[in-house]
Every structure is written in C-alpha cells, then in structure tokens.
C-alpha cells in the first residue's frame, strides 16, 4: 500500500503549504466573492468553509490527494459490501441500513435489504405499541419509562439523537446507562417504577462488561417486585448474538438483531436506534435514515469540488498533516445537541485513532485528531480563551439550526449572533491599533472555521448532518491509509481489566502485576 506521503499531491501540498505563509483571512474575507467560491450545500445544510486557511487551489490539490488516495474506489466498496475492514474481514455497511428496500447490497451472497428492512418493520410495530400503550407491563400498565443500557456505540448515538429530537416527540421518556459505576444505574432507577419500565439491553457484542452487569442489575431490580414471567414485557435486546440474549434470559421474539457488518459507533440506524424510535416515535426514526441516506446519495455522487464530506475530511488532513493541528473543535450552538461532541469524538476517534496502516506498517505521520467540544455559548464561558489566543491553533465546526424550537427570539437572535461573532474573531482577529495599544488584546486570528446551519433541527436534517460527519471519517482514514473499522486499543483495556477484577475480588492471588498496579490493587481491595 503507498503511504499517502508517497502521493505526488502530498509534495505539492508541502509547497502550497509553504506558499500560503502569509495567507490572511482577513484579507480574503474582504473580498466579497469569497463567500460563493468557498460554500456548498447539500441535503438544505449550508457548509460555508470560505473562513479556512485555503483557497481554490488548495482544494483542487487536496482533492487530487484524494484521487491518488483511491477515496473513491473504496467508497464505492464500502457502499457494496466488499469486506473493506480487513483486520476483522466485515463488510461495512451502516448506509445500507438507511437504504430503500428496492436496492440490492449483497453480502456473502445474500442481498441483506429484506433483513434491513424486516428488522425496520419490527422497530415501527414495537414502538407503536409500547408509544400507545398497547404493549403493557406486567401489571398490565403501559410502558413511561424506557432504560437503554449500553456503552459506546450502543449509547453515544442514540443519547444524542434522543436528546437532540425528544420534544419532537410524545412517547415515554428515555434515560440511558452506560457507566459501569453503579451510581449511573442507581440514579436512573431510583426515578422509577418496576411496573411501567422497559429495558432496552443494547450490545452488538451482548458481551461487553459494563453492559452486562448494568443488565443484570436491572434483572435483579425488576424481580424484587415480579416474577420470571414478567422479564419479556420488560426487556428487549439489540444485538448481534442470538445465544449471549438467550442465555441472559431474554427471548429472541424480543430481539432485535443487526449483524456484523454494522460497527458500534455507526450503529444508531440499525436495531441499535430503537431507543431513538421509542423516544420519538418510528415515522420520526425513519426521516432521520431518509437525511442520511440523502447524505450518501450526495457523497457517492456530488462532483468533489462540491462533495461536503469530501471537503470537510480533505480540509481535515490539510490542517492535520501540513498545518501539524493535532484537535479539532465541535461547538453547537443548541443544547439539544450537547451530545454531539461526545459522539462524533468516539465516532472519529474510535475510528482513525490509529498508528498502523492497513498492511500493518507503523505509519509515519499523524493521524485522528483529538475531537472535543461542548455547546456554545457555555463553551465561551470555558475553553474558548485558549481557543481565541493559545499557541495551539484549532479548527473549528461551528453548527447551528436557523429556526428555533421555541418561540424566544431575543435568545435566538443572541445565540446566532454569537455564532457568527466566535468564527469572526477566530479569523479575523484583532490588531494593536484595534485593541487601542493593548497587547492583552491582541488576537493573531487566521484561525479556520467551518460554519455549518442546518434550517432546523429536523429528524431529516440531523441524520443527514451525522452521515457527512461519518463520511468526513471515512475519507481520512482512506487518506491516511488505515482501517477506520476496528478497535483494538479499546479491546486492550477489555482485556487487562479482567485479571484485575479477579484479584479484586478475590478469585485471584495479586500477583504477576507490575509494581505500580500491585500496590494500587492493594489500596482498593475491599477489606
Ligand atoms: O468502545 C469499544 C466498543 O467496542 C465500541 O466500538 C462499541 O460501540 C462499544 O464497545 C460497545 O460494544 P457492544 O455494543 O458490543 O456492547
């Protein structure tokens, strides 16, 4: 595989980079064709990256990186089901889960659309009936709470989108677990009923640590109160593995099943989104597949100049690779999205956080970058000092909705103004003379931002914006030559964890441990 320094673009970006030296922004966004040159749309989403540090010619080598980089080969695997994640020999295909029934993705010789679709079936029958109170719980209540315990992938999407879309909805309320510290499961609980509370047990894997004894500890809640018989009007499962649901005790008539070739952080459109169809209900569920579906129409299709995931991952590797930008910063400006960072943080991180190329080679340039972010405008109150005026420069998505949920314009008008106020002093700066001679008030700027403004914050419009965020991921990993679809640094952790948690309790002599862990084993041993 040739390493993407090898790329002839690669060298000519190196001197493009060099040649930008004095590039300003401040200049650049004096002229007043910048604006059209430098945004694009797409799925009623506006992208405007004319405030980065790049020009139309930066794009045009960026984009022939891209080509080298065979960007648009692997798309077409990825969204054919060739078994692109080699280390694990899976196919990738969290897209065809948002595709019409009517297309054909064939995976080891089946075509898995009526799966996809049979699964969506039993989502909207079951959502309707726990959303009406058909279904009922073991003292014949309907259903008002609803507990998703899981972690990860099976936890950051749905919240997110949960908490990003609940009032657009009318269905019981939604909590999520993920946390082995029993505080989490303990707070959630204590709110509620045994009697009108489902558990929704989400793992691909059914056999991850915190989710399990998160589950179990819900079992043993709810049969304080109730019998065996009442385990099926409460507990589902999501899940790849039939036999780890059984052997919990749950029923596969109430399993909702995806299979492998759907990976933990892109898994909310798959089974793993039922929480979400619970939440909001299962019409709402299926506009936010029908915006990212959108989304992989426009990145299989748009020319590149105008391909918005294309853009945002190359414009990525710009500022990673030349610029030596190791974080890049997510701020939404809407609480509902407070989620959104920590989301697309496990989505990008999880993914590109690599130091070894698809061959196994240790690669010799940097990868993922550290993704952080909360809302703005809390974030202003926090961070965003460093960001204004720190040495490390970092990029920034600035996201907002134009339309409000509510009907306070005074406090919409000041978080609009405040969002364009932030990516204007990031690029702009301030001069001395501005400052009136007071170097303390010196901003550098030249700092890059993309702006992006969905019309609102519809099921369609966030489905499609997380599609283009999972596209921007899976270019760079293209780009950086990787394997964006496995885990193994998290697989480490898994696996030491084990032998520590038998001494601890217990089951094991605390021996074989490095002196440091030994000692701390010490400290922690319950006496
Ligand atoms: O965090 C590591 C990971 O493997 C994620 O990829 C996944 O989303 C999460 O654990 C949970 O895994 P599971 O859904 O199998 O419980």
């Known amino acids: 595989m040739t390493q993407p320094t090898h ?78 994640n080699n280390t694990e020999d899976r196919a990738v295909l969290h897209t065809a889960c948002r595709a019409p029934e ?165 898994s909310l459109w798959s089974a793993i989104g039922l929480s979400i169809s619970l939440a909001v209900g299962f019409d709402n569920f299926k506009k936010l597949l029908d915006g990212a579906h959108e989304m992989d129409q426009h990145f299989q299709n748009a020319e590149p100049k105008d391909n918005v995931p294309l853009l945002m991952g190359m414009l990525g590797v710009w500022y990673r690779n030349f610029y030596n930008y190791s974080s890049h910063l997510l701020l939404a400006y809407d609480v509902r999205m407070d989620k959104m960072a920590k989301f697309i943080q496990q989505m990008d991180m999880e993914s590109n956080g690599k130091a070894v190329d698809r061959d196994g080679h240790h690669m010799s340039y940097a990868t993922g970058p550290l993704i952080f972010g909360e809302p703005g405008t809390d974030s202003q109150h926090s961070f965003m000092q460093w960001v204004h005026q720190s040495a490390d420069v970092v990029p920034v998505d600035f996201v907002i909705a134009k339309e409000a949920h509510h009907t306070l314009t005074p406090n919409h008008a000041s978080l609009c103004a405040n969002f364009l106020a932030q990516s204007r002093a990031l690029a702009l700066g301030q001069t001395l003379e501005e400052a009136n001679g007071d170097p303390s008030r010196v901003f550098s700027g030249n700092r890059p931002s993309t702006s992006i403004i969905l019309p609102k914050l519809s099921p369609y419009h966030l489905g499609a914006l997380i599609a283009a965020y999972e596209h921007k991921v899976f270019v ?31 089951r094991a002599p605390n021996a074989g441990m490095d002196s440091s862990t030994s000692h701390l084993i010490d400290v922690l041993m319950p006496r």
Request: charged share 25%; aromatic share 8%.
């Open 7 to 84: 790329y002839p673009s690669w060298e000519t970006l190196k001197t493009h980079h060099e040649d930008m030296r004095d590039f300003s922004l401040r200049e650049e966004l004096a002229r007043a064709d910048r604006f059209a040159t430098m945004s694009r749309e797409s799925c009623g989403i506006l992208f405007d990256f004319s405030k980065h540090l790049a020009t139309e010619e930066t794009l045009t080598h960026l984009l022939a990186l891209a080509k080298e980089a065979k960007v648009e080969e692997m798309r077409t695997k990825m969204f054919a089901g060739v078994k692109i």
């Open 102 to 266: 009517t297309a054909e993705v064939i995976v080891d010789g089946e075509n898995i659309m009526p799966f996809v679709h049979q699964v969506l079936a039993q989502m909207e029958d079951f959502s309707h009936a726990v959303r009406s109170g058909e279904h009922k719980g073991y003292t014949d209540e309907a259903i008002t709470d609803v507990v998703n315990i899981g972690i990860g992938g099976s936890d950051l999407g749905p919240r997110f989108v949960v908490e990003a879309l609940q009032e657009d909805g009318s269905g019981p309320k939604v909590h999520f677990v993920s946390n082995v510290d029993g505080q989490d499961i303990v707070s959630v609980l204590k709110k509620l009923k045994p009697e009108t509370t489902l558990f929704v047990i989400a793992s691909k894997t059914f056999t991850t640590e915190e989710t399990m004894l998160n589950a179990q500890m819900a079992k043993d809640w709810l049969l304080k109160s109730a019998t065996t018989d009442a385990i099926p009007k409460h507990f589902v499962a999501l899940s790849t593995n039939a036999e780890g649901v059984k052997n919990f005790g749950i029923s596969l008539s109430n399993m909702f099943p995806f299979r492998d070739w759907v990976g933990g952080r892109y």
């Open 476 to 506: 760079q990993g293209v780009v950086w030559g990787l394997n964006s679809f496995d885990q193994p640094g998290v697989e480490l952790g898994k696996k030491l964890a084990k032998p520590i948690r038998e001494i601890l309790e217990g």
